[in-house]
């Protein structure tokens, strides 16, 4: 078992607050991202609350929250609100597995079999429906880099493009209501051909959920609590977690799903617009430990404390005396690794993604700006950032030495 690193002191990680025009920002401007969102967003019940946070040169610079938490109860947006991040957990989840890498009890371009025998002969698909699929062999064997980048050859069944989805679908692999265990999704996933020979192209999967199941596997702790011992309670990341502790369920907002024309449609009194309830924070499935400790998808978090985890990889991998990676670590894991050096729109074949403007890659956990003249959307190279499913989003800007975090619940 590997030894937990020590945490910092509370007042090292407390981030300073500061005059926008002290961090080389305006204040005015800053203003301008709340009025934009109440007035196209909650004003028009698209959204039901949200929160902007943005820290630069080592202070936050703005903080904002606005409207509801929980539309039905009217329980107001606040800055300790918990929010279920969703995909954010894959950026945690793959610095958890680099320090592994870092310490040298894993290499980048081992093959997975090496930790899971039965995918040692997997084949890709040709035809066919579950469970009568049609199959070639794989052109390499998926190595452990291809779960950091999304090039293994998995999927998500919710992208429902391909019959390798609807076998997801039907084991109920990589649902948001998560089911089984990790190592009933492995099994699972040994009976299913991959999309694509790894390497071949991206697309958006349960690869860091392996991940996740490996970190098991070779650090010889829960997943989970590796994370807590090594990540959570070093940086006093004490609001994230698996599950929504019952003394804090009172802070856990509500969410909803959007209809087709971009409203929500949860009908409520007073709420201007109309909203779907996706998820009851009375009733969550959140409120429990899960089964299924989930690497892509299965935190819960507040802005605070993922602010804190983006500090960290701000500063080089380290914050308030806690390391979690090398500096040269972290601009590995945020550097382009899609084959030839190609972006997202050459190489995707994904239905779902976070990031897809041209001169986009991805690297280790993360999407990375390549070429902003190609996105149409100022930024820096070597930007990097995610999102979620609820859309909550983050990015990094080392070069602006910059954070930025939204959240809500949509």
């Not at 894959?90 to 290499?107: D, N, W």
């Not at 050459?346 to 999407?367: C, H, M």
Request: proline residues 7%; aromatic residues 10%; glycine residues 10%.
């Amino acid at each position: 078992m590997l030894d937990a690193i020590k945490p910092a002191s509370a007042s090292s990680l407390t981030p300073t607050v500061a005059a926008p025009e002290t961090l080389g920002m305006s204040g005015a401007r800053l203003g301008r991202i709340e009025d934009h969102l109440k007035r196209r967003y909650l004003d028009s019940g698209r959204f039901p609350g949200t929160q902007t946070l943005i820290y630069r040169r080592g202070a936050i610079a703005h903080r904002a929250v606005q409207g509801y938490a929980d539309l039905e109860r009217k329980a107001p947006m606040k800055d300790d609100t918990i929010f279920r991040i969703y995909s954010m957990t894959k950026p945690i989840t793959s610095v958890a597995f680099m320090m592994l890498v870092e310490e040298g009890h894993v290499a980048l371009d081992e093959p997975v079999s090496k930790y899971i025998p039965q995918w040692k002969d997997q084949r890709v698909f040709v035809a066919g429906t579950p469970p009568l699929f049609q199959t070639r062999p794989v052109t390499r064997p998926m190595q452990i880099v291809d779960l950091l980048r999304h090039t293994s050859g998995l999927t998500y069944g919710f992208q429902q493009r391909s019959n390798v989805d609807a076998a997801y679908r039907e084991k109920k692999i990589g649902e948001i209501e998560k089911a089984g265990t990790l190592q009933s999704m492995i099994d699972d996933l040994a009976t299913i051909p991959l999309e694509f020979s790894p390497g071949e192209a991206w697309n958006y999967s349960v690869s860091t959920d392996v991940l996740g199941y490996l970190i098991e596997k070779i650090s010889g702790q829960p997943f989970k609590q590796f994370l807590k011992e090594r990540i959570f309670d070093p940086l006093g990341m004490n609001d994230t977690g698996f599950h929504v502790p019952a003394a804090k369920a009172h802070r856990f907002a509500a969410c909803y799903n959007a209809t087709p024309g971009g409203m929500a449609a949860f009908h409520s009194p007073g709420a201007k617009g109309s909203l779907i309830l996706q998820d009851d924070p009375a009733t969550s499935s959140f409120l429990e430990p899960p089964s299924l400790i989930s690497g892509g998808g299965g935190l819960c978090s507040t802005a605070a404390d993922y602010l804190t985890f983006c500090r960290a990889l701000l500063h080089g991998g380290e914050l308030g005396g806690v390391r979690l990676l090398g500096p040269k670590t972290l601009k590995l894991m945020t550097t382009n690794h899609l084959p030839g050096n190609k972006d997202l729109t050459q190489l995707s074949r994904s239905l779902f993604s976070e990031a897809t403007f041209a001169g986009v890659g991805f690297g280790l956990g993360f999407s990375v700006t390549m070429d902003p003249a190609l996105t149409l959307v100022p930024g820096s190279p070597g930007e990097y950032a995610w999102g979620g499913a609820a859309t909550t989003s983050f990015w990094i800007d080392p070069a602006e030495d910059l954070i930025a975090i939204f959240m809500t619940q949509v």
